[in-house]
């Protein structure tokens, strides 16, 4: 998949599409997942960025839920239950497990890439380090 989303990317010059064709295309390859896109930090929030699924949180404080906790600690945070994650954020009440991948651009912390799904401890090591990869090519492409 990360190789495809390489492809499909590099033509994308506007932040927006690079977002938008990343989150389409995950969709459509990953089974079992209701939910995905990204959160844009701003002025120290996080702002809903282009997705796939149903209608979403516009704001996320820093800090709150699972892409705030994930943009405060820079770091990946899976989540195989989300009834047992203080805090929780339920914006689609489907949702029982997440994946949050930090999006780093020069360094700076850029957003995250969301996932969710209606299944219970969807998300594997396999998963993870494949979200993880494809953050870094979404990063690659954000960078030009």
Same mark, same amino acid.
């Given at each position: ?36 896109g990204?959160?844009?930090l ?29 943009? @405060?600690?820079?770091k ?7 009834? *047992?994650?203080? $805090?929780?954020?339920?914006? %689609?009440? =489907? !949702? @029982? ?10 360094? *700076?912390?850029? $957003?995250?890439?969301?996932? %969710?799904? =209606? !299944? ?25």
């Amino acid at each position: 998949m990360n190789q495809y989303l390489d492809d499909l990317l590099a033509g994308d010059r506007f932040e927006m599409s690079v977002l938008a064709n990343a989150s389409a295309l995950i969709k459509q390859m990953t089974e079992d997942i209701n939910w995905v896109g990204f959160y844009i930090l701003k002025e120290g929030k996080l702002y809903l960025g282009p997705f796939q699924g149903k209608v979403a949180c516009n704001v996320i404080d820093v800090g709150k839920g699972v892409c705030g906790s994930s943009a @405060k600690t820079g770091k990946t945070i899976v989540v195989p239950d989300v009834t *047992k994650f203080p $805090g929780h954020i339920a914006c %689609d009440e =489907a !949702s @029982k497990s997440e994946l949050v991948v930090p999006i780093f651009v020069n360094d *700076k912390l850029y $957003g995250v890439l969301d996932l %969710d799904s =209606a !299944s219970l401890n969807r998300f594997k090591e396999k998963e993870v380090r494949l979200f993880e990869e494809a953050a870094q090519v979404v990063s690659k492409h954000l960078n030009k």
